[in-house]
């Protein structure tokens, strides 16, 4: 798989996210309309695996430690979301904030492990909100899309 063509893939997902006001209600809508077990979640959790076995998704880091890397620029295609992914083993992240908010999606490796307390899903982060990124009880991807690739490091990334 390509990233055009992993472009494609999430468009479902891109183009709900990127017409729809970021809030805890996106959250509920993206769990019901793509839910873990459904064909949509499923198959951008495998292509995720995928493409970080093919080396140019989490391109970035060492491996045995957090892993990350933009995969798409905001663009036309997206509707102006940026869409990132990293890899991360039981981690207290660097403090960020999220000027237009964050949207996540959560694909456990280790089961039980979670992202900021959440299970294998998804999660919104309102806009103007910042947090610690912390993955918990294990080893955990997650795929995060930014309005127009915003984010605010309020800590030097290590």
Not at 7 to 27: A, H, M
Not at 28 to 36: G, I, Q, T, V, Y
Not at 98 to 123: K, S, Y
Request: proline fraction near 8%; aromatic fraction near 6%; hydrophobic fraction near 35%.
């Amino acid at each position: 798989m390509q990233v055009s063509e992993f472009q494609e893939l999430i468009r479902p997902v891109t183009d709900l996210v990127s017409n729809t006001t970021i809030d805890s209600s996106l959250d509920e809508e993206l769990n019901r309309r793509f839910p873990p077990g459904g064909e949509v979640f499923d198959a951008i959790e495998r292509a995720c695996h995928e493409a970080i076995a093919a080396g140019w998704m989490c391109a970035n880091g060492e491996e045995g430690g957090p892993r990350w890397g933009r995969v798409i620029e905001p663009c036309e295609e997206t509707g102006g979301l940026s869409v990132d992914v990293v890899d991360l083993t039981d981690l207290v992240g660097g403090l960020h904030g999220h000027p237009t908010g964050e949207v996540c999606m959560v694909l456990p490796i280790t089961p039980g492990a979670q992202f900021d307390g959440n299970d294998r899903g998804w999660c919104v982060f309102d806009p103007e909100t910042s947090h610690h990124p912390t993955v918990s009880n294990g080893r955990a991807l997650v795929l995060y899309m930014l309005p127009e690739g915003k984010i605010e490091f309020a800590e030097p990334r290590e």
